[in-house]
Nanobody, 124 residues
Framework: QVQLVESGGGLVQAGDSLRLSCAAS????????MGWFRQASGKEREFVAA????????LYADSVKGRFTISRDNAKNTVYLQMNSLKPEDTAVYFC?????????????????WGQGTQVTVSS
C-alpha cells in the first residue's frame, strides 16, 4: 500500500522560503511521476510541479516557475518542494501525489495516490 506523508508546512512571511518533503513508501517508484498540488480555501486543487522519479525531468505551473524547485532523493524515497520568494497567494494546503501514468501530468485525476496535505500560510 502506497503511503505519502508530507511535512514542512508552516506560517511564514512574504518573501520567505519553505521546503516541503514527501516521504513515499509501499512500493518501488521507478517509472512514477511525483507531483505537488495545492488547494486554497474555496478554490479548486491546482497543479504546482511534477518530477519523473527515474529521469528527474520536471514540470512547473507558470505561477511558481522560477520560485519553486521540485526534486527527489531516490535513496531516501523522498520528494521535495523548495519554495522561495513566497507570496500570500501561495497560501494553501499542499498535497504530494504519485502517478503511474506515462508522461508528466498536470491533471489531478492522473494521480492515483495522495498524501494528507500540509498547510502553508504566507502572511503579507
Amino acid at each position: 500500500q502506497v503511503q505519502l506523508v508530507e511535512s514542512g508546512g508552516g506560517l511564514v512571511q512574504a518573501g520567505d522560503s519553505l521546503r516541503l518533503s514527501c516521504a513515499a513508501s509501499g512500493r518501488a517508484f521507478s517509472g512514477y511521476v511525483m507531483g505537488w498540488f495545492r488547494q486554497a480555501s474555496g478554490k479548486e486543487r491546482e497543479f504546482v510541479a511534477a518530477v519523473s522519479w527515474s529521469s528527474g525531468s520536471t514540470l512547473y505551473a507558470d505561477s511558481v516557475k522560477g520560485r519553486f524547485t521540485i526534486s527527489r532523493d531516490n535513496a531516501k524515497n523522498t520528494v521535495y518542494l523548495q519554495m522561495n520568494s513566497l507570496k500570500p497567494e501561495d497560501t494553501a494546503v499542499y498535497f504530494c501525489a504519485a502517478s503511474a501514468s506515462r508522461g508528466m501530468g498536470v491533471i489531478s485525476s492522473r494521480y492515483g495516490d495522495w498524501g494528507q496535505g500540509t498547510q502553508v500560510t504566507v502572511s503579507s
